[in-house]
């Protein structure tokens, strides 16, 4: 299958491994992200960190019957402790502890309800802020109200949502009035206005602004039926394969079908409705709105994951400016090996 080289490995910027809620005090977790085995815990402080996972004594999975002991994951083979930092802090049985004795720590930052992790392909520090959604935490916006999708493809797949104009009549059965694109550094921005029909029924008319920090997450403000934001991430779990086929994980086992040398991404959304009517009538909308949301996913699923992708593909007026955010995607692949 056809492949860009342009984006061959990992992006640099923010990418979401989990919302706040899914890790509480003293919780250690598993993950595979960017190609590798990673370990997320939450200290006593309240802080998440996340490390490289094997212990430079033996080489055991810090996340596989790790522990927390203060602000620091404890080793299940030999009890080791190693802090947020990386460094070995505790060594039961030696007062020594050695220089060399440390793992890889990952910058991390918890915004917005979510746990933001920073991937740079040449090893550098963070180049942008995330930003502050003003909405969340308010008590008169409900929380997330989240899903997590496993699927077969590439992320600049669904980036290119951003610019695929003419893909929301057929796919999404929307009728689009207004569609512009603005791209500044490291943010690509949308701005819709159209009639949607979704696919739990009835009509919206709806207007959306949804901008994308880097290559790894949007945040996009809709005002509608109901006035709500919504948080769209994709973390590459591994790439470097062949990309479509068939792949699609619902809530399934986070490592399965990962070994058959394609792509796979995470696909995180969360929604957040402004308070309308009480608490708990909004709730109830907001579990309509997320299962809507999730079947209009899986519309886009079923293309991402049994396409080609083309990377001269042959355009015509009205497909929106996909050459463009192409460009812009590149920036986030332009130092730094390929990893």
Request: net charge neutral; glycine share 12%; with cysteine.
């Amino acid at each position: 299958m056809a492949r860009d080289t342009s984006v061959k490995g990992y992006p640099t910027g923010w990418f979401i491994v989990c919302f706040s809620d899914e890790i509480a005090i003293g919780d250690v977790r598993r993950m595979q992200y960017f190609g590798q085995e990673l370990v997320a815990f939450r200290g006593e402080s309240g802080d998440v960190h996340v490390l490289d996972p094997y212990c430079p004594h033996l080489g055991a999975h810090l996340g596989v019957g790790g522990t927390v002991s203060g602000d620091a994951v404890r080793c299940p083979f030999h009890a080791w402790e190693f802090g947020g930092h990386g460094g070995c802090t505790r060594i039961p049985y030696a007062e020594k502890i050695p220089k060399r004795a440390k793992v890889k720590s990952w910058p991390v930052v918890e915004r917005n309800g979510a746990i933001h992790v920073w991937h740079d392909r040449g090893g550098g520090a963070p180049a942008w802020e995330i930003p502050t959604i003003p909405e969340h935490g308010r008590p008169d916006w409900m929380p997330w109200s989240s899903k997590l999708l496993r699927i077969r493809t590439h992320p600049k797949e669904v980036v290119e949502n951003v610019a695929d104009k003419a893909h929301f009549p057929k796919v999404h059965r929307t009728k689009i009035l207004q569609f512009e694109n603005e791209y500044d550094a490291h943010r690509a921005t949308q701005r819709t206005e159209g009639v949607a029909t979704p696919p739990g029924g009835g009509t919206d008319h709806f207007k959306i602004e949804a901008t994308y920090y880097g290559p790894g997450f949007q945040i996009s403000h809709m005002d509608g039926v109901l006035e709500s934001v919504l948080l769209l991430a994709h973390t590459p779990v591994v790439l470097g394969g062949s990309g479509g086929g068939r792949g699609f994980v619902e809530d399934g086992d986070p490592f399965d079908r990962l070994h058959d040398g394609a792509d796979h991404i995470d696909l995180r959304f969360g929604v957040s409705l402004k308070v309308v009517g009480g608490r708990s009538r909004t709730e109830k909308f907001s579990a309509m709105y997320v299962d809507n949301l999730r079947r209009g996913f899986m519309e886009d699923i079923q293309i991402w994951e049994n396409k080609v992708y083309r990377p001269s593909p042959q355009l015509v007026p009205g497909d929106g400016p996909v050459g463009k955010l192409r460009r812009w995607y590149r920036q986030f692949y332009a130092s730094g090996p390929a990893a």
